[in-house]
Every structure is written in C-alpha cells, then in structure tokens.
DNA sequence: CAGCATCCCGAGGGATACTG
DNA sequence: CAGTATCCCTCGGGATGCTG
C-alpha cells in the first residue's frame, strides 16, 4: 500500500512553510540552528551551573579560541539565554549570567545531553557495527 | 568574591577530557553533532511518526536535495538511529523506519523541539531588543 | 524508484596579532 | 582582563547529471 505524502508531520507547534516544510523558514530551526553550534552546550552547560566570567569559561572550556569564545556568548545573549554585567573596575570584569529563558531552554536540552552521555556506547557501538558490514 | 575555576562543571555523565573540557574527544558532543546538522533532526521528526519511502520523505522535506537526504539518511542509520529495509521489488523500493534506540533519542530531543516552536517568540523578540541596543 | 559521482561555494571556525 | 581585527582554510551542503 502507497501512503502518499499522508498529511505533513508536525510537532513543531508551528507549521514550517505552509506547503509541507520549509527549512528555511522553520521557526524551529531557527532556534535550534544556533544552538546547534560547537560551543553553544558546552558554554549553556557552564552557565547553568553558576555565572562566570569571561577568562574563567576560557580556562573551563581550554581549546576555545577567544573569537569563537566571544562569539558565541555574543550570539547567546543575541537570542536572550544569558545577560552580560560589565563591572567597571580596573581592569574591567564582565560577569556572565544564565537568564530565566536560557534555564527554560536548558531544562529540555540538558536532558538530551545526558541521553547523548548515557547512549554514547551504543552509538560507537551501531556504527563500528554499520562500518564492518560496509566492508564487503 | 573570586570563584576561580572552582570544579569543572560537568553533567556529561562522562567527562570531556581529563583536565576540564576537550570538545574533540566529547562523547556529547560526538553524538550531538550528528543530530545537529541541517536536515537530522526534520527527519527524525518525520520517522518517530511512521516509517517512509525515500521519495516519501523527499516529498515530506521539499527543500532537501537528494544527495542530503540520501547522506543525512546513511548517518543517521550509521548511528543506529533508524533501519534502512530494501524491498526487492521492480523498481526497488525502501523504507526507512526508526529503530528503539532512535525513539529513545526522539524523546528528549521532541521536548526541544518543542520548546524551540513554543518560544521562537521570545527569542526573537531578544534578538530584536539587542540589535536594537546595538545601533547606538 | 532510489540512489551515486562530480563540481562548487559560503559560512563556521581556527590562529595570530593588536587594543582600551 | 576582555575583548576586536585579519587572514585563512576546512567542510557542510547546494546544483547538476548519470545509473541499476
């Protein structure tokens, strides 16, 4: 039996598009595409935790680059999950603090991070198994 | 107060690195990025709710080209995600349905999902109010 | 129908050096 | 201390065309 197209999946609350999908203006994605990036976890994982300030998520996450380190708090408090008080002192400190949405945020995500902990023996384990059968 | 680099803050379950954090070799992370990319999650969001035929999903993900489709497919079979089953017909046909390792994924991660429609408002209502404060 | 092969481009992100 | 500015390069991903 051919299922066709059915009718077009949805969880997402809001439709993506209004002819099925459309990525690009998927309200979704655009959330997820900014959390989506190589530090964006691992800064939202430090600052749910505690505020810290900028050396200090430096020396937590030790191969970020300053650029990218800059950044990404940039694009973070961009989208609302943390605020950024600057003390005037000399020389100056800038303390970094989750906000009541990136808690709101982190709540679900956290959740995947640990499945991604938890599972991450048996998805080594699915793909070395994928990779042996793919070496006929 | 100076709370220096206090503990390494961590709810991976498994620690990233041994002296604080090493993105490269992160568990989380090298399952987060595979779930991470452009279409993965769009077609995760499609198969937690039925198994479907490649044109199917084509039809379901319209902007997707088939070289992405067919690649995002592999991975996420390649991480255990989902089974690929071949039905030797003429012209062939195959369905790709969700495996329980994938459901169990979907579960936490349909609550981000969810969370990212529920408050794509709020975000960007933030992003508005900081470009706002940036054109000064 | 369900792919694979090839070409190509732009963005994400690394390294390095300089500043208030 | 907390950034900004440049350069550079990898690679995710789009477009197009061909096959069993």
Known sequence: MDLHAAEKPHLNGKECGTSGWDAGNCPVRDVIDRIAGKWSTLLLEALARQPYRF????????????????????????DGYIDRQVFPT???????????LGHSLFEPLSKVLQW??????????????????ELS
Not at 90 to 100: H, N
């Open 55 to 78: 050396g200090e998520l430096r020396r937590l996450v030790p191969d970020i680059s300053q650029r990218m380190l800059t950044q990404t708090l940039r694009d973070l408090q961009r």
């Open 90 to 100: 000399k020389p100056p400190s800038v303390e970094y603090r989750m906000t009541a």
């Open 116 to 133: 991604a902990g938890d599972k991450h023996p048996a998805v080594k384990a699915a793909r070395q198994k994928f990779d042996e059968g």
